[in-house]
């Protein structure tokens, strides 16, 4: 299978979801869904052989949005495997939430667990929304997120 083809499948399969598909080829393709259909865009994605995510990252777009990307391959179909298809959703500034995608790709237990930790991205229905990285006593500004500043007290810089 093509760029070209995959991409048309991906269209054909996820269009009824509103989703915006469109890549850089020779291997990634791009989609993007509201966050109320990505636990079904990713179901489908995964029935069509992307069996892991990769990746799991976010985005901050100060006092505007964050865009969370789940970056999806396969192990088991090695066509599929040289692509890369990145499933993406964009949550508002003031209320990051979204359903877990742990269900789907369980591959993602620790990679949205991170993002919560250090971006401050709330994963519905994941049973370990807590620490991973940081002290349990860390409180302030998630310290990936832009509006974070370094403490420089005392230091002559």
Known sequence: MNFEELKAKIESELGDLGAEVSGREPNVIDIKV??????????RLKSMGFDHVKAVTAVD?????????????????????YFIVNLRTSLPYDDPKMPTLLEV????????????DLMGIL?????????????ETYEGIPPLRKEFKVKTEGINV
């Open 34 to 43: 509201d966050k109320e259909k990505i636990v079904e865009a990713a179901k």
């Open 61 to 81: 777009f100060p006092k505007e949005r964050f865009e969370v990307i789940y970056h999806a391959s396969s192990y088991s179909d090695l066509e599929l495997a």
């Open 105 to 116: 790709w369980p591959s993602v237990l620790y990679q949205e667990q991170e993002e919560y």
């Open 123 to 135: 994963f519905e229905g994941h049973p370990r929304m807590e620490r991973l990285l940081l002290p």
